[in-house]
């Protein structure tokens, strides 16, 4: 690693490692591995979850009739379009719903009553006292009394609450950070009506890896487990994994995986595509290649975010030999190399300094019709700043403008302090104002990043260090 | 060379951050070439910047140079001739820190 300088080094960790937790939807190169098992999830919660979450968009895209959360003017509203003979093609629910949106937890259930007393034609089903239990959920209030008050009136009008009632809510609540109201729910959910389905529950699982202590959710799993026999499955202990191999605890992965194990569950391409991510994290590409081992030997079919993990590790832990050893076997074994997985292969190239080996897999993955991203220009931009090919360097910035890729962030500072350095000022400010143009960073980051190189290049010019 | 994480480091600062999207109240130069009484650091650097572009005040021979028109030298010092290496140094003149 000689040749490289740290600053380089560090330049491409961050960048690469911070994108895949601050963006998930901008394409970078871990984004793509370290996504998987978190679509996973939300993948799974369609179908039992679906009707839930439409009702609560509903609400929300509500177009608000109501103008102030004032009880009487909404009853008025609400007479004036009802109590005409012909009725006007208006759904009593979505009125009643746009209104909860708004008003208060008092007004709110008054405005119910007033609506089911003056058209007795309309009952009020189950959304709508979802919708009204949400803004309850979101009322201004330190304790759960609202949500008491909206649960007792769901059981009196003959809806017991289910599990989508305690998801609805637990969502809420979690939302505006009220963990601890949240699990006190689901314990009284499990004591009166029903126990959390798995979505509920692995969802206030990541929730409290995400925003509370990792022993907190222990504690939450434990009492789950002693007070109501709610036992952990395989995506809890995926979202655990997850979440140690995210601080880098990686001891305490390799025991939840042994945990996993005694409770009879067979790891499975997602746990162990989370473990070989947490070894990418450290730079441990000899590990890396154990999992993926270890993952043959248990018969477990490596997917495409698998060889993706492995080639992204390899390559940034400088065993740019063996990623590209993997892309072959990878090939033969039916999968199809994405963005990521060559842009993670550049990447590596580039750090060795073998940017001539980069060049020659853009254009192969060109040819194999493999559409390369923002990053992947972005990848080369760097590596051909790096190893001074600054016209090179233009032409590919050039190729950028014309197809209006954005620029990243790290790229964009160091073709900036390339070509401040080689005397190329005006061309500097081109590139900034394609950044800018281009949304590609913000206004404030791409110019403190143009005033700074340009500062050091006075400082570097004094000296006499600089053109 | 700068250091990456001193960039990233700029970014992250709300102090520097804010100084450089708060709006100013202009001395009164600054506003004749504003138009405006207010303007951010950030705001005014970009309009200096358009003015050049839009009136090709940058010299055919050396790109890297601004050959100033009587309205842009009113602001950077009076300079007839004035480096883009010094640009942002010579607009931040106008933004001086405000004390605590």
């Known amino acids: 690693m000689g040749k490289i300088p740290p600053s380089f080094r560090s330049a491409i960790s961050t960048s690469l490692i911070r994108n895949p937790s601050s963006s998930s939807s901008s394409s970078s190169v871990t984004v793509a591995p370290v996504e998987k098992p978190a679509w996973r999830r939300p993948a799974k919660l369609k179908p039992s979850k679906k009707s839930s979450n439409t009702k609560v968009n509903h609400v929300v895209e509500q177009p608000s009739l109501f103008k102030s959360p004032n009880l009487s003017d909404a009853k008025a509203l609400f007479s004036s379009l009802f109590s005409s003979t012909k009725r006007a093609p208006v759904d009593p629910n979505s009125l009643l719903k746009s209104y909860f949106s708004i008003s208060t937890v008092q007004d709110s259930i008054a405005f119910l009553n007033y609506a089911t007393k003056s058209d007795p034609s309309f009952s009020p089903d189950r959304s709508t006292f979802h919708a009204l239990l949400l803004s309850s959920c979101k009322a201004d209030s330190a304790t759960l009394e609202p949500v008491h008050l909206v649960l007792n009136l769901m059981i009196n009008k003959g809806l017991p609450p289910n599990q989508v009632t305690v998801d609805i809510s637990v969502r809420a609540l979690c939302s505006l950070g009220r963990e601890d109201d949240a699990i006190e729910l689901i314990r009284e959910f499990a004591l009166k009506h029903s126990l959390p389905d798995t979505y509920t529950y692995n969802f206030m699982v990541k929730h409290l890896c995400k925003t509370r202590a990792l022993s907190s959710a ?10 109501f026999d709610v036992k952990p499955d395989l995506v809890t202990y995926t979202i655990l994994i997850d979440n140690v191999c995210n601080s880098k605890n990686l001891r305490e992965a390799t025991r939840l995986l042994d945990v996993l194990r005694d409770e009879g569950f067979k790891p499975d391409c997602f746990v162990y595509n989370t ?7 450290l730079s441990r590409g000899g590990e890396v290649i154990a999992v993926y081992k270890k993952m043959k030997e248990e018969g477990v079919q490596p997917d495409l975010v698998t060889y993706n993990t492995l080639i992204f590790g390899l390559s940034k832990s400088g065993r740019v030999k063996d990623a590209r050893k993997y892309l072959d076997v990878m090939v033969e074994t039916g999968h199809f190399p994405d963005a990521a997985t060559y842009t993670s292969l550049m990447n590596g190239m580039c750090r060795e300094g073998d940017v001539k080996g980069a060049l020659w897999l853009f254009e192969d993955m060109e040819a194999k019709g493999c559409e390369p991203n923002s990053c992947t220009y972005s990848t080369l931009l ?22 209006e890729i954005k620029l990243e962030t790290g790229a964009y500072a160091t073709f900036i302090r390339y070509l401040c350095r080689s005397g190329k000022v005006a061309e500097a400010y081109d590139v900034f104002d394609y950044a800018v143009e281009s949304k590609s960073l913000s206004d404030v980051t791409a110019y403190s990043t143009l005033e700074g190189t340009l500062k050091w290049l006075k400082k570097a010019r004094e000296q006499g260090l600089a053109v | 060379m700068l250091p990456q994480r001193m960039k990233k480091a700029i970014a992250d600062n709300p102090k520097k951050l804010a100084n450089l999207i708060d709006l100013v109240n202009l001395p009164s130069t600054l506003r004749e070439f504003v138009g405006q009484s207010q303007i951010s650091h950030l705001g005014c650097f970009m309009r200096v910047w358009s003015y050049i572009k839009d009136k090709n005040l940058q010299d055919p021979n050396n790109k890297n140079m601004i050959n100033c028109d009587e309205k842009l030298k009113s602001i950077l010092l009076g300079k007839p001739r004035v480096d883009l290496v010094e640009l942002p140094a010579l607009i931040k003149l106008h933004f001086p820190k405000m004390p605590k």
């Open chain 1, 218 to 227: 222990y504690n939450f799993i434990d009492d789950m487990r002693n007070s």
């Open chain 1, 275 to 281: 473990i070989m991510k947490g070894y990418c994290m």
């Open chain 1, 382 to 403: 760097h590596g051909l700043c790096k190893a001074r090919l600054l016209d090179k360097a233009m032409e590919l910035y050039t190729v950028m403008k014309k197809g």
